[in-house]
């Protein structure tokens, strides 16, 4: 069996988040910024509900790029910052070390930027192991949205596979059935989904009369015909 065609879940799969960090995004172009730090996170936070082992590396932090998105960092706040001064993390011994250490096949990858360091490490990765890349187009950016898109080209051409974000969480979730990771996959997606959020929220209190979320306690006042 063609293992492409087996689907991501927490067992076979693994996360690493490329440089996510300041002066890298204030070059990206091709997704709104705010959009790609909530879709980041996002994913981060999703790996954590499910346990996927999950490396973060930098590049250059103090001398260039600045510090990994504080919002990152309190999904993942004993984890290890892998410091690299190679574009191409596979350059870097102690990243490639710790993806084998994890012992999963399948890479899910978010990074900045698309075209340079996503890039770089997927065809290094793919021409020296059996690593299969799972690339989260809407959590990574490039230069210009033409950058991006042409690395993201580039890569499906050689075997790289494009997900989103979502399509990740909802791959790991499978499964409504599985109640022990429900509720923390709703309030991902409550979170950060947008409209598929505002939904659920909908339905939790109109259709199911849940009670609302957040702490607002004031009063609803009746209408007062002017």
């Known amino acids: 069996m063609n293992s492409k065609l087996e689907l991501l879940t927490p067992a076979n799969s693994q996360l690493i988040l490329i440089d996510h960090q300041p002066q890298m995004a204030f070059g990206v172009q091709s997704i709104d910024r ?3 730090k909530n879709n980041t996170v ?35 706040p004993d984890a290890p910052l892998l410091e690299r001064t190679s574009m191409n993390s596979w350059d870097d011994r102690k990243v490639r070390d710790a993806l084998a250490a994890n012992g999963r096949k399948k890479i899910v990858v978010s990074g900045l930027w698309t075209e340079v360091c996503n890039l770089s490490f997927a065809l290094s990765a793919l021409a020296e192991t059996d690593y299969e890349i799972y690339m989260v187009s809407d959590a990574s950016g490039g230069t210009s949205k033409e950058a991006h898109d042409m690395a993201m080209m580039r890569m499906v051409q050689v075997g790289v596979i494009p997900v989103t974000w979502q399509q990740v969480l909802l791959e790991w979730q499978r499964d409504w059935a599985r109640r022990d990771t429900y509720d923390a996959v709703m309030d991902v997606v409550r979170e950060h989904s947008g409209a598929y959020g505002m939904g659920v929220d909908y339905a939790y209190t109109m259709v199911h009369k849940a009670a609302a979320r957040g702490s607002h306690t004031g009063q609803t006042l009746a209408p007062v015909k002017a």
């Open 34 to 36: 705010q959009v790609l």
């Open 42 to 76: 996002a994913l981060a936070k999703s790996a954590r509900i499910f346990g996927i082992p999950t490396t973060i590396t930098t590049v250059e932090t103090e001398s260039f790029s600045g510090h990994t998105y504080p919002e990152l960092l309190d999904v993942f």
